[in-house]
């Protein structure tokens, strides 16, 4: 069975840093695309970056790149997302997710397992 635990969400100032970390278990994942969505209240679920479990070739959307980066720890299971630069437009719940292929990144449809989601709120 397959689990993705999401941890390290918080209260951030704008400006401030944070890591994001999803331990992921239940089976390997090689050549899945390990995700980052967040949803906003009352807004749709967004796509935040991904990176291919195996290769580790990443992709990012355009509202994070250059503030976020993505990573994994093959050896602790745990793909993490750092960061930095924070905005109050960044405040969301923020989950991890697992797609079988590396195709449609974007696309939460895509994605066959999600964890429960951690918040992250940015304000002063």
């Known amino acids: 069975q397959v689990q993705l635990v999401e941890t390290g969400g918080g209260l951030v100032q704008p400006g401030g840093s944070l890591r994001l970390s999803c331990a992921a278990s239940?089976?390997?994942?090689?050549?899945?695309?390990m995700g980052w969505f967040r949803q906003a209240p009352g807004k749709d679920r967004e796509f935040v970056a991904a990176?291919?479990?195996?290769?580790?070739?990443?992709y990012y959307a355009d509202s994070v790149k250059g503030r976020f980066t993505i990573s994994r720890d093959k050896a602790k299971n745990t793909v993490y997302l750092q960061m930095n630069s924070l905005k109050p437009e960044d405040t969301a719940v923020y989950y991890c997710a697992a797609n079988r292929r590396w195709f449609r990144l974007s696309t939460p449809g895509e994605y066959d397992y999600w964890g429960q989601g951690t918040q992250v709120t940015v304000s002063s």
């Open positions: 239940g089976r390997t994942f090689n050549n899945y695309a």
């Open positions: 990176i291919n479990w195996s290769s580790g070739t990443t």
